[in-house]
């Protein structure tokens, strides 16, 4: 059975989700839909490449995700189809695809020729379903796209680092549910620069000298629980996709708000690690 898996900023009170469900089991009745994310911030290239990059591989291979994110055709936001890790991605060429194919070549990349065929103001229910459908029951990218090299990248995607290599300058590309702080800079890229040194990482006005290895490991067990007041104490970690994160214990921005909220940390916003002698 195909499984194709949805990731959008259509939300969850519109029509849009739905209406592309539709039109796949329309096409093929058999198939498995997931929704991997509709809660894509409007328009947000960074969110979108981040969560597409940690969920795909979950996936079996074969499996056909379809991003439906800025993917309004025009002369400079052409449609592309890509093979990679024996994955599919439909997409727009806007930068959503680099993070992933930074770090995993792709087997094949074709730019989606279809359109001429196709009247649409709403692609991703028009072209993306067709094309998914087509690759689902076996069909090959060469039939609905020519072959291309390269993708558009994504701006800051890579973190800046001082001609000294003792400064790294990274950005914020995710804020998650509970309002930590998402950066693009990775463990093996922090340890590369690091080489053992000591560091002090600043997020606006927040110094931090450590980075744990777990959210947990600023409590100190040994103090009475009534004594300790950990929650809503601000940390440093590498979450479980290797990035660095910037966190309030326990948050909830529903009631003491997050990393994101009490730090005033926003989307592009810089994190700056100055290595010490």
């Known amino acids: 059975m195909a499984i194709i898996t949805l990731t959008t900023d259509f939300g969850e009170k519109d029509h849009f989700a739905g209406a592309v469900k ?9 198939v498995k839909i997931v929704d991997i994310s509709h809660s894509v911030s409007p328009f947000s290239i960074p969110e979108a ?20 994110i800025d993917s309004e055709i025009n002369e400079e936001n052409k449609h592309i189809a890509i093979k990679l890790d024996d994955h599919y ?31 649409t103001s709403f692609p991703v229910l028009d072209v993306f379903v067709k094309v998914a459908c087509h690759i689902a029951r076996g069909g090959t ?6 072959l291309i090299e390269t993708i558009k990248p994504i701006k ?23 309002g930590n702080v998402v950066t693009n800079i990775k463990r093996a890229f922090f340890e590369s620069i ?10 606006r006005s927040y110094k931090f000298k450590k980075i744990h290895r777990k959210y947990s490991d600023i409590v100190n ?13 601000g940390l440093v970690v590498f979450n479980s996709s290797d990035y660095m994160e910037i ?31």
Do not use: W
Request: hydrophobic share 40%; charged share 20%; aromatic share 10%.
């Open 22 to 30: 539709g039109a796949i089991y329309n096409e093929l009745p058999d």
């Open 141 to 146: 990218l060469e039939v609905i796209g020519k």
């Open 89 to 119: 991605f439909l997409c727009a060429n806007n930068g959503i695809m680099s993070m992933v194919c930074s770090d995993i070549a792709p087997e094949k990349i074709v730019e989606i020729n279809i359109h001429d065929k196709i009247e």
């Open 194 to 203: 690091q080489k053992g040194r000591n560091f002090e990482i600043y997020a």
């Open 247 to 277: 966190a309030i214990y326990k948050s909830n921005c529903e009631t003491v708000g997050g990393a994101s909220t009490l730090m005033g940390l926003n989307m592009r916003d810089t994190v700056t690690i100055q290595f010490l002698k």
């Open 221 to 233: 067990f040994k103090i009475p629980r009534d004594k300790r007041n950990d929650e809503g104490r």
């Open 156 to 178: 800051n995607i890579i973190p800046f680092v001082n001609d000294e290599k003792n400064q790294i300058i990274g950005n914020v590309i995710y804020i998650d549910n509970y």
């Open 49 to 68: 490449a981040y969560i597409i990059q940690n969920a795909y591989s979950s996936f079996p291979k074969g499996t056909i995700h379809i991003i439906g």
